[in-house]
């Protein structure tokens, strides 16, 4: 089955950028998500990608999709202390409409 | 209104003991509905997903079931909760992007 992998934690400083990275191994994916999880609470869309782009930028988030590679990043720049959170990288499964989904990062932001 | 309620937030339930949580959704009919698992520290397990009502798929073998009783209602259920059933678990509904997700229920089970 698809399996998502992300590196587990993230420290950066504020007002740096933050670099999260994401592979995946179906190669069918249409729709790759990123979502951030605040603490205790449930998971919140932060943007999205379609498979036929290379890149998306909305605002501080940057999605970079490299589809040979099956590798999905997402960027904040300038990475406040409000962004600290965890960060789910997903792909959807076009056959069936499930979302498969890594296991977050953590990310960090110091003072 | 695409909105989710799931309750409770919070429950402490002892091993043996059985479970019942459910999921209500606000907007169009028939949407797909998903329950996850999240264990501490981890990321998010699908664990049973439905195209309409009474329809349940089981993503993997486990002490858990589901029902749709009703188009807009999921619930998650369990005879006998084990330890190991711990965990915070989100219910969603496919979006026109992605999912929406309700705020989860943190189950602790002792």
């Known amino acids: 089955g698809e399996d998502v992998e992300q590196s587990l934690f993230l420290s950066v400083r504020e007002g740096d950028s933050s670099v999260i990275n994401c592979t995946y191994t179906?190669?069918?994916?249409?729709?790759l998500y990123w979502y951030k999880q605040e603490p205790g609470a449930g998971l919140q869309l932060l943007t999205y990608?379609?498979?036929?782009?290379d890149m998306k930028q909305d605002q501080r988030l940057t999605v970079l999709l490299n589809k040979k590679d099956k590798h999905l990043s997402l960027r904040i720049a300038d990475t406040q202390t409000g962004d600290s959170a965890i960060y789910f990288c997903?792909?959807?499964?076009?056959?069936?409409?499930?979302?498969?989904f890594g296991s977050g990062t953590r990310l960090l932001v110091r003072p | 209104s695409q909105t989710i309620h799931q309750w409770p937030a919070t429950l402490v339930q002892p091993v043996g003991s059985p479970l019942s949580l459910e999921c209500t959704v606000e907007?169009?009919?028939?949407?797909?509905l998903y329950w996850y698992r999240q264990a501490a520290g981890r990321g998010l397990q699908l664990l049973f997903y439905?195209?309409?009502?009474?329809?349940i798929s089981s993503e993997v073998p486990q002490n858990l079931s589901a029902s749709r009783p009703q188009d807009r209602q999921f619930i998650l259920s369990s005879k006998k909760l084990l330890l190991s059933d711990s965990g915070f678990y989100l219910c969603?509904?496919?979006?026109?992007?992605?999912?929406?997700f309700g705020s989860g229920t943190r189950l602790t089970v002792v």
């Open positions: 990608i379609f498979s036929n782009m």
């Open positions: 179906d190669s069918s994916s249409t729709y």
């Open positions: 997903a792909v959807r499964m076009d056959s069936s409409y499930k979302l498969i």
């Open positions: 907007g169009t009919s028939n949407p797909n």
């Open positions: 969603a509904r496919r979006a026109d992007y992605g999912y929406t």
């Open positions: 439905s195209v309409g009502i009474g329809q």
